[in-house]
C-alpha cells in the first residue's frame, strides 16, 4: 500500500488507517493498534515508528487522497523556502496549496505550522 513511500519518500505518504489494515487482515482495530505499538521499520527512507504510517488523509482535487503528513512536509517546505522579507501568510499557503489541487482551510494550515514550531508571519519577518 505506501510503495510510493518507500520507492519515493514521505510526499508519497498515501493516507492509511488502522481500522483499513483490520478489515484486510481480519482483526480488530485495537488488535492491529496492539501489534504495532513500540514497533519500527525498516525503510528505505530510513528508521521509522509503525505508527508513522498510520495517517488521516486530504482529498485532492483529482480525488486522490494525500496523507495529512505529507501536506507537513509540503507546508515546512515553503516555509522553508519563503522570502524572510515579506514571509507568507497562512492564506497564502492555503492558495499555493490549491494551486497544486490540494483543498485546505487556513485554520488547518494554522493547525500543522504551530505543530511544526514555525511562528505566525509577523514574527517570522526580518527587516
Known amino acids: 500500500r ?13 493516507p492509511m ?19 504495532v505499538s513500540s514497533k519500527y521499520m525498516d525503510t528505505p527512507q530510513g528508521l521509522f515508528e509503525m505508527k508513522y504510517f498510520f495517517t488521516s488523509g486530504i482529498q485532492t482535487s483529482d480525488g486522490v ?11 515546512e517546505e515553503m516555509f522553508r523556502n519563503e522570502n524572510t522579507t515579506k514571509p507568507l501568510s497562512d492564506q497564502e499557503i492555503v492558495k499555493m ?14 493547525k500543522y505550522r504551530a ?4 511562528l505566525p508571519s509577523n514574527l517570522r519577518k526580518v527587516y
Open 65 to 75: 487522497g494525500m496523507s495529512n503528513k505529507s501536506v507537513k512536509d509540503m507546508i
Open 115 to 118: 505543530e511544526l514550531n514555525i
Open 2 to 14: 505506501q510503495k510510493e513511500f518507500m520507492e519515493k519518500g514521505v510526499a508519497h505518504l498515501k
Open 17 to 35: 488507517t488502522m481500522v483499513q489494515v483490520a478489515e484486510v487482515v481480519g482483526v480488530h482495530e485495537t488488535t492491529v493498534s496492539r501489534a
Open 97 to 110: 496549496l490549491g494551486d497544486k489541487g490540494i483543498v485546505i482551510a487556513r485554520r488547518t494550515v494554522a
